[in-house]
């Protein structure tokens, strides 16, 4: 019996890795695909309430909330710009405590209290995968 060739010594590598991985269904998203839903419950919080403020500009949302929240948004910022006008100092919010409770896989609800200058503000956020990424498809701050 002859020794293996080099080539057929790699296929028999990568074959044996092939038999090592598991694979995923095609249709089926892997559960490692995506991140942990926390941070980006977080940043999404944090931006949302800077471009509310006048501190950010609301088009950095766009491709993290669906279409139908960033209409909801920018009423919301239109508003509050016209109460409070263009010319105040923005202080940046920040994240005092996140609790997040995933739903299954491809959703996840999240409470968040963020301090906002002097005040102090409950936010809740659901997020759902989409497209590979997570999307914020409802937000409302209190």
Same mark, same amino acid.
């Given at each position: 019996?002859?020794?293996?060739?080099?080539?057929?010594?790699?296929?028999?590598?990568?074959?044996?890795?092939?038999?090592?991985?598991?694979?995923?269904?095609?249709?089926?998203?892997?559960?490692?695909?995506? /991140?942990? /839903?926390?941070?980006?419950?977080? @940043?999404?919080?944090?931006?949302?309430?800077?471009?509310?403020?006048?501190? %950010? @500009?609301?088009?950095?949302?766009?491709? $993290?909330?669906? /279409?139908?929240?960033?209409?909801?948004?920018?009423?919301?910022?239109?508003?509050?710009?016209?109460?409070?006008?263009?010319?105040?100092?923005?202080?940046?919010?920040?994240? %005092?405590?996140?609790?997040?409770?995933?739903?299954?896989?491809?959703?996840?609800?999240? @409470?968040?209290?963020?301090?906002?200058?002097?005040?102090?503000?409950?936010?809740?956020?659901?997020?759902?995968?989409?497209?590979?990424? $997570?999307?914020?498809?409802?937000?409302?701050?209190?």
């Amino acid at each position: 019996m002859r020794p293996p060739t080099l080539e057929e010594r790699a296929l028999e590598r990568r074959r044996n890795a092939l038999r090592a991985t598991p694979q995923a269904a095609p249709d089926e998203p892997r559960e490692d695909a995506l /991140p942990e /839903p926390t941070s980006v419950c977080c @940043s999404i919080v944090l931006v949302a309430l800077e471009s509310l403020t006048g501190a %950010r @500009s609301l088009q950095q949302l766009a491709r $993290w909330v669906t /279409p139908e929240l960033y209409e909801q948004l920018a009423a919301r910022a239109a508003v509050t710009e016209r109460a409070l006008g263009a010319d105040r100092p923005a202080q940046r919010p920040e994240v %005092r405590r996140a609790r997040v409770c995933r739903l299954g896989r491809r959703v996840a609800e999240a @409470s968040i209290v963020v301090q906002d200058g002097s005040r102090v503000r409950a936010v809740a956020i659901r997020v759902e995968e989409r497209r590979g990424a $997570w999307r914020a498809v409802a937000l409302e701050i209190g």
